[in-house]
């Protein structure tokens, strides 16, 4: 195949500046669209992505062949209509110069936030529906805006694809890992809100803009798949996540230590490498029919499993960990020699919804944004985790970086960060 020409709207944003980097790192031809340029490694272009016209100028020039829309203002802030105008009125845009430009392929960046009401999210698929309700203005508008990705699907020659990353960390971070910091920074990071027995999806960025290459390279035209090629991607197990755990085998007849012995054994050497070399899991995958891979599911769903033109994909690190661990270790690589200074003081959730309602009625009341809210409160105690087995069987993804490594790297941005700053 011909290989693509990039274009990665938002290019010179947190995720944007990974995709592009690992574009550029296996050779391929990259341009940013985006209105700051904060890199001068390749051709930039600037401009307002709500303006069809700015963005069929970029695409021409560019000569992209897929465009990569990660381009969004951050979660949190007070203004619906910059969300609108950004992720609809731009997506609408970027989706109509696409087609007036011929450009075959779309990738949008999604958020694994549209399907998030502030109740309990466990191990949930990509069948969830989108609440009614939205959470807030930002998943409202990015529901939206992945909602016109997927309906273009299909037209005037535009094949697209919407990915929804959880919890993204990594360098280059400027909402999670800075407000770790700043807890720690500020002698709170002994407070707990929840009883810490709820898991939370954090993923690596790396690994989501490793998800964007590979939906970008398997965006193409292809015939139905067959009942063995379906069997051979759905009916086999997977590999368990072990990144940051490590390989844990479990012994058998065939596979194991040797251990004491009064004779060695004939296939001994057999037995030992079995053990200590790669591990491939035999035992077929069985399906119930809630799952969304098994027959029925499929049928009901009346698509071919394998495309990936049109579909949702959830992408996380597949390690989802209670969320009170994940800061306490990044606070304990931030400052191993302080931290812990003293015993976690827990606050019940309860406790903290009222003192967080109260904390807002005093914003209200003095005109000041408060910063423990009810949806804190929620958000730090609420089960958050989803299913990427589609993703892994039909994108081919796997995490490349575990919670640990990321974690790792993360911290040692930061901390180079901290040091230019300091001189």
């Not at 989706?95 to 309990?120: C, M, R």
């Not at 720690?184 to 999806?201: A, V, W």
């Not at 997977?238 to 479990?250: A, K, Y």
Request: hydrophobic share 40%.
């Amino acid at each position: 195949m011909h290989p693509d020409s990039f274009l990665v709207i938002g290019g010179s944003g947190f995720l944007g500046r990974h995709i592009v980097d690992a574009l550029v790192a296996r050779g391929d031809a990259v341009a940013v669209f985006d209105i700051v340029q904060r890199y001068h490694d390749t051709p930039f272009y600037p401009g307002d992505i709500s303006d069809q016209a700015q963005v069929s100028d970029a695409i021409k020039k560019s000569g992209a062949t897929c465009i990569i829309h990660t381009a969004s203002p951050t979660a949190g802030l007070q203004d619906p209509a910059l969300y609108w105008k950004v992720n609809v009125d731009g997506t609408k845009a970027v989706i109509a110069a696409a087609k007036e430009n011929n450009v075959p392929k779309l990738v949008y960046t999604s958020s694994a936030g549209v399907v998030f009401n502030g109740q309990d999210l466990i191990h949930v698929d990509e069948r969830i529906p989108i609440p009614e309700k939205p959470l807030d203005a930002y998943n409202e508008s990015k529901a939206k805006a992945e909602e016109l990705v997927l309906a273009a699907n299909g037209t005037d020659g535009l094949l697209t694809v919407a990915l929804r990353p959880a919890g993204i960390f990594g360098p280059g971070d400027r909402q999670a890992v800075p407000g770790f910091a700043k807890v720690l920074k500020e002698g709170r990071s002994h407070f707990q809100i929840g009883d810490n027995t709820n898991l939370f999806d954090w993923t690596y960025v790396g690994n989501v803009a490793y998800a964007h290459v590979l939906a970008a390279d398997k965006l193409v035209p292809q015939p139905p798949s067959t009942t063995d090629m379906v069997a051979e991607a759905l009916d086999t197990a997977l590999p368990s996540i072990d990144l940051t755990t490590g390989q844990q085998r479990v012994p058998t007849s065939l596979a194991r230590p040797l251990g004491p012995y009064v004779e060695r054994l004939e296939n001994a050497d057999d037995i030992i490498a079995a053990f200590e070399g790669p591990y491939k899991p035999e035992r077929p995958v069985l399906r119930a029919r809630f799952d969304q891979l098994s027959d029925s599911a499929l049928d009901r769903a009346g698509k071919d499993p394998l495309t990936v033109a049109g579909q949702v994909f959830f992408i996380t690190n597949g390690e989802p960990v209670y969320f009170w661990d994940f800061p306490r270790r990044l606070w304990r690589m931030l400052a191993p020699d302080s931290y812990p200074a003293r015993d976690p003081f827990v606050l019940p959730k309860s406790v903290g919804f009222a003192v967080a309602t109260l904390a807002e009625w005093w914003g209200w009341l003095s005109g000041r944004e408060p910063t423990f809210t009810r949806f804190r409160v929620t958000f730090t105690c609420v089960h958050r985790w989803h299913n990427i087995e589609k993703a892994r069987r039909v994108l081919g993804y796997e995490p490349q970086v575990g919670l640990e490594e990321g974690m790792r790297r993360t911290v040692e941005w930061w901390k180079a960060e901290e040091a230019k700053s300091s001189t």
